[in-house]
């Protein structure tokens, strides 16, 4: 095994906390242009993130050698590594979100889909964005309070994408039976839904970025389901 100074291991955790914070903000980034490219069918911006998504790959990649490099040499203990083994599963959800953002711009990608009225694509993204943000700042400040929010907003944006699907169903049913293209249609309101589904799923992993923060931080499992 090799031994490093405390001083040097210090730096070590400290550094896995900038890393991880840096890929988390890469993260938001690309599901921030992926966004935008669904809301503007901004072509460009769209294969811009799915090109992106191998340097996020390779990011985690290595970042997560860093966490098994720390463990296996450094062997922490108590605190340091449940800060060590929260980091690792935080990455895991980043990349995860960085694949669904992907998704997204693949979904603009595909071209636009007719508007539904009642639904707000957006607005949803928004709210997921803002966990992701809010997820990432938690884990970086160590705020436990943070971390409980974001679990409670959750049930608000889970609550949003379930009445958004239903909306696209309503509306699908209600549409002119006469439409030529129902081919077209049917393609379209599949890509709605999928985009809520990806949605739904980025707060979700926001979640488990707060709740292995929390685990982190107060080594209470109370969020981990």
Known sequence: MIV??????RESLDELRTDVES?????????????EALESDDYGAAREVI???????QQYLELEGDCVDLIALQQPVASDLRFVAASFKILTDLE???DLATNLARYA???SAEVISEVRIQQIGETASNQVREAIDAYVDGDSE???AIDVRDDELDASCQNASEAVVRELIASESDRWDIEQLLDDVSRILLTI??????GDHAVNI????????????????
């Open 146 to 148: 943070a971390c409980r």
């Open 51 to 57: 090109e992106n998504d191998d340097r996020i790959n």
């Open 4 to 9: 490093v100074p405390r001083e040097e291991y």
């Open 109 to 111: 990608l595909a071209g």
């Open 23 to 35: 890929m988390g903000k890469s993260v938001l980034g690309q599901l921030l242009r992926a966004l």
């Open 197 to 202: 589904r990806d949605l739904e799923r980025i």
């Open 96 to 98: 995860r979100i960085g």
């Open 210 to 225: 707060a709740a292995r923060t929390l685990y982190m931080n107060d080594g209470e499992p109370e969020l981990i389901y």
